[in-house]
């Protein structure tokens, strides 16, 4: 690096992204008592943390995520006291309907191992007990598999809220930084973006679907594919559903706003640009996700749709995100890759990460989203499940 960094400017912590994850690591290193900065990009929020569906899901988690889901779910229940601000959260069951034999043999089997984990959130419902829920659902639908203390949040509201909250306890959070390069001198690191240097004795890679960018720099390898999940709204409706809602045979993630407005997601994508910080929606996509939300909720042949949105992700082959020390260099850390479901992780993974990086340690195991696990190859592809 030829630019001369600042020493007075050193920060025990930079973390690099401020969407959820980073945000929320920034805010609990800060109350550890270390000094943060945080550099983004573009602006807060800007990409997957302000643009997914928001859903708070414990439901179908992959057994890795377990435990982190179900600590984040219990600071979701006190994010006021967290970040000063509600965040739209509401608490509302977590419902993935059947439509065939085949499909309630599939849950069953969730439920089974979930049960087996020592977990028992994750309850099988009958066809009358999913109607008494969803008096709503297509005639077709004969059971459910369900977590009923989950619910849903406002995702760029909350990503804000963190970031403020984060200030408060004094972060330095600047936005309009790209990282163009990263140095381990020996006692610091030097951050370059733009026509300046950081300095930092740990940084933390949060940079989502740049990850892998952020990886290489640091000397780590990490497969991150860039993907575009698109969302629909519809215009109000009387209300008729007051739960979250997946399909066990394919994509949907389906809720009911308090204002009667219907957000539809699931795993159906756009394309993403990440060279060019963008997203184009794929409307033959779009019209299947509309489809697929009016043979299970019939009531919806009647919804207008207002608007249709995507944001830049990145996920990984095996699904699960990528959290901990890095490999190659010392002192810095990864947390990054949450494959279009990491917006209910959020709070824990930043408690977590702090832990880890201010004393070392962390509070729970995290050994099968090391980045170590893409060293030779990476993992196959499993079923991909639904995007809340």
């Avoid at 990409?47 to 889901?69: C, D, I, K, Q, V």
């Avoid at 890679?205 to 990886?215: L, P, S």
């Avoid at 996509?285 to 299970?296: K, M």
Wanted: net charge neutral; charged share 20%.
């Amino acid at each position: 690096m030829t630019l001369r960094p600042d020493p007075a400017a050193m920060a025990d912590l930079l973390v690099i992204g401020g969407g959820l994850h980073g945000c929320a690591t920034a805010l609990a290193a800060a109350r550890r008592g270390l000094s943060v900065t945080l550099l983004e990009k573009d602006t807060i929020a800007r990409h997957a943390s302000g643009s997914n569906a928001g859903g708070l899901r414990r439901l179908n988690r992959h057994p890795a995520e377990l435990e982190l889901s179900h600590l984040s779910m219990r600071l979701w229940r006190r994010i006021d006291q967290i970040t000063g601000h509600d965040c739209g959260f509401q608490q509302a069951p977590q419902i993935r309907v059947a439509e065939s034999a085949e499909d309630m043999n599939r849950l069953e089997g969730r439920a089974a191992l979930v049960r087996e984990l020592g977990y028992s959130n994750e309850v099988m419902l009958t066809e009358r007990e999913m109607r008494a829920h969803l008096p709503a659902v297509a005639e077709h639908c004969c059971g459910a598999l369900a977590s009923f203390d989950d619910g849903f949040a406002h995702p760029h509201g909350t990503t804000l809220a963190f970031a403020q909250a984060a200030r408060r306890a004094g972060v330095r959070a600047l936005e309009g930084q790209a990282v163009s390069d990263l140095a381990w001198s020996g006692s610091a690191w030097h951050v370059a973006s733009g026509e300046r240097v950081y300095l930092a004795r740990r940084i933390l890679n949060a940079a989502g679907a740049w990850g892998g960018a952020i990886a290489a720099m640091i000397g780590d390898h990490a497969p991150v594919e860039p993907i575009a999940p698109m969302m629909l709204v519809t215009s109000r409706l009387p209300a008729f559903c007051k739960a979250v809602v997946g399909a066990a045979g394919r994509p949907l993630s389906f809720k009911q706003m308090p204002n009667g407005t219907v957000v539809i997601g699931g795993a159906r994508l756009g394309r993403a640009e990440p060279a060019h910080n963008r997203t184009d929606l794929r409307m033959a996509e779009l019209a299947r996700s509309a489809a697929t939300a009016t043979e299970i909720f019939p009531i919806m042949r009647s919804a207008v749709i207002v608007r249709a949105w995507s944001g830049i992700e990145g996920r990984m082959p095996d699904q699960i995100p990528v959290m901990g020390a890095a490999l190659s260099a010392p002192n810095a850390f990864h947390s990054f890759g949450f494959s279009a479901h990491g917006f209910q992780l959020g709070p824990a993974a930043g408690e977590v990460m702090a832990a880890l990086i201010d004393t070392g340690a962390s509070p729970i195991p995290l050994d099968a989203f090391s980045i170590a696990r893409f060293a030779h190859g990476a993992p196959s592809i499993p079923n991909q499940g639904e995007i809340p």
